[in-house]
């Protein structure tokens, strides 16, 4: 004959049971918290690396727009200084010209890596803050030089308005003369120099520190 199951057995079964449904969800939220965990941590390493990226890019951007500004036009601008009007010579003026000394250079720096960053919400994962100040400083250098920058170009087109109408007068005038002789062109080109140099210094100090934290090489 089948024993009856007391009161007392009943209850302990079911909190058995019970206990055994608790540790299985228990078990699938720690599992599930430790999938996410691993793959917000891949995601900030990937968005980290990103950033590094782009930062090397506009590291590279910034000398090779150094270089521009210390080639033909340096030259232009040192032999203007150096010669008398009347010694200046056409064919070593169109030769300048070629180089297109009357082009002025928009800046513009990526910051789309950072852009990204700022609306996916893997900010909140980071947890060195020195580094994410550093970031932000950044991007904040760029995009405020970015308008300094401008102006200067907005200096430059300045004076090659002024040279187009003179050219309308005088087909043989100079270009841009004044501008390269007067301390204009010095204030403009030491002015791009030193922004160059603030920002590459910046984004130097900070791509070891990134390369670390995405666990990415650059090499």
Known sequence: MKQKETPTKTIGKYFRDFSIVVAGIAVTLYVNY??????????????????????????????????????????????????????????????????????????????????????????????????????????????????????????????????LDERKENPDVIPLHYFYTSGIYDSYLDGKLNIFEEISELLKEILPELEKASGKNTK
Do not use: C
Not at 142 to 162: P, V
């Open 34 to 163: 430790q999938v996410t965990h691993q793959s917000e941590k891949r995601d900030l390493k990937l968005y980290l690396n990103a950033i590094k990226l782009e930062l090397a890019g506009n590291i590279y951007y910034l000398g090779e727009e150094r270089e521009r500004l210390l080639s033909k036009e340096f030259e232009y601008a040192d032999y203007l200084k150096s010669h008398a009007k009347n010694e200046l010579h056409p064919d070593t003026i169109r030769y300048y010209a070629k180089d297109g000394y009357v082009h002025a250079e928009v800046i513009a720096f990526k910051a789309a890596a950072f852009e990204m960053f700022k609306s996916s919400g893997a900010m909140r994962l980071m947890q060195d803050k020195e580094l994410m100040q550093k970031i932000w400083e950044a991007y904040f250098l760029m995009h405020r030089h970015e308008i300094t920058l401008d102006k200067l170009e907005q200096m430059k087109m300045e004076e090659i308005r002024k040279w």
